[in-house]
T-cell receptor, first 114, second 115 residues
């Protein structure tokens, strides 16, 4: 596709359930980021993948959060045993580090934990 | 560690007027990129303008321009002839390319343009 695609766009889940959020980056982009944005707040860094390097997981808030990137393309962010404080918009972005360092964002997944 | 600070949580401006949003950052790197992103209510993040640290000339994109002061580590955004469609959250961001550093954002400034 032409841009970064995230699915689902909205997700309502019950407290304690696991959820998976998907990100399809722009083809060829080597870097992929996940951010969390709580209502009216800034972007909280979660995790960063760059090529074949080990991911930077320093922003993951707890061990209930994990992410993987298969084949250097699609990424899945998994939240286990969801809590109400996990409710937020989860944004994914991709970029090609080098000549063009612009990060392109998806429209995010709005997660609501009830 | 790199940090980005936006000290203005909210700003307002009248249509057709000019407004400046502030951003400061902290880094020990010499080569880096700075960005301003716009996030309208649709929540789609849109790149407004980009500045390479090695370039002394301030970047401009139509009504948007920056005042990049490398020594002061300041990167403000000026919006001229403000339009109602400029109403959005604006985020300043920092990146060091060619290494494993992540794209770091400030906390954002909510801009309201009034008719």
């Amino acid at each position: 596709g032409a841009g970064v695609s995230q699915s689902p766009s909205n997700k309502v889940t019950e407290k304690g359930k696991d959820v998976e959020l998907r990100c399809d980056p722009i083809s060829g982009h080597t870097a992929l980021y996940w951010y969390r944005q709580s209502l009216g707040q800034g972007l909280e860094f979660l995790i960063y993948f760059q090529g074949n390097s080990a991911p930077d997981k320093s922003g993951l808030p707890s061990d209930r959060f994990s992410a993987e990137r298969t084949g250097g393309s699609v990424s899945t962010l998994t939240i286990q045993r969801t809590q109400q404080e996990d409710s937020a918009v989860y944004l994914c972005a991709s970029s090609f580090l080098g000549q063009n360092t612009e990060a392109f964002f998806g429209q995010g997944t709005r997660l609501t934990v009830v | 560690a790199q940090t980005v600070t936006q000290s203005q949580p909210e700003m307002s401006v009248q249509e057709a007027e000019t407004v400046t949003l502030s951003c400061t950052y902290d880094t020990s790197e010499n080569n880096y990129y700075l960005f301003w992103y716009k996030q309208p209510p649709s929540r789609q993040m849109i790149l407004v303008i980009r500045q390479e640290a090695y370039k002394q000339q301030n970047a401009t994109e139509n009504r948007f321009s920056v005042n990049f002061q490398k020594a002061a580590k300041s990167f403000s955004l000026k919006i001229s002839d403000s339009q109602l469609g400029d109403t959005a959250m604006y985020f300043c961001a920092f990146m060091t390319p060619y290494n494993t550093d992540k794209l770091i954002f400030g906390t954002g400034t909510r801009l309201q343009v009034f008719p």
